[in-house]
């Protein structure tokens, strides 16, 4: 199955010049939606995960059914003001502005082994973002894994020396 036809290119979102990759019409789509969540799960299944993290809120959608797959704990990452109890956050850049992200101060065990599942590595903020949370909070982050990968921003570059699984590059 070829998964990039389940992508949808939405021009010009969320701001003018944008090429965005929608998502919906794959997870809409339940065999491709399982064909890429086992795929995605695939290279990680002998890595002994304990927690698969996703950033807000496309994250969820992937990360979860992975930790599933997994058979490890899901740890969602939220913008700020998101998550109830007590919280670390960090700043970073997106490919079209800031933002910052937040995770609970007690999601991640001091030397669990972390897989970072999102939909998209674009410039690799969100990504580092999340790695920086969860290497203060003492994970080992085993992997990074997603669905789409835009290689013209280079976002891989940024992230070097941690293994990557992309599915899909554009």
């Given at each position: ?148 990968e835009l290689t013209c921003l280079n976002g891989r570059q940024g ?12």
């Amino acid at each position: 199955m070829d998964l990039r036809e389940k992508i949808r290119n939405v021009p010009n979102f969320p701001q003018q010049g944008i090429q965005f990759k929608d998502i919906t019409t794959l997870l809409k789509d339940g065999k491709a939606f399982r064909t890429a969540i086992d795929l995605l799960a695939t290279p990680y299944k002998e890595q002994n995960i304990d927690i698969v993290v996703g950033p807000e809120a496309r994250g969820f959608a992937v990360g979860a059914p992975v930790a599933y797959v997994l058979d490890a704990g899901f740890v969602p990452i939220r913008k700020p003001g998101k998550l109830p109890a007590a919280t670390i956050s960090y700043q970073y850049s997106l490919e079209y502005g800031k933002d910052a992200l937040e995770i609970h101060k007690d999601a991640i065990e001091p030397g669990s082994r972390v897989l970072i599942v999102d939909d998209l590595l674009a410039t690799g903020g969100t990504t580092m973002a999340t790695v920086k949370m969860v290497e203060q909070l003492g994970g080992k982050v085993v992997g990074l894994a997603f669905l789409i990968e835009l290689t013209c921003l280079n976002g891989r570059q940024g992230l070097a020396g941690y293994d990557i699984t992309a599915l899909i590059q554009y």
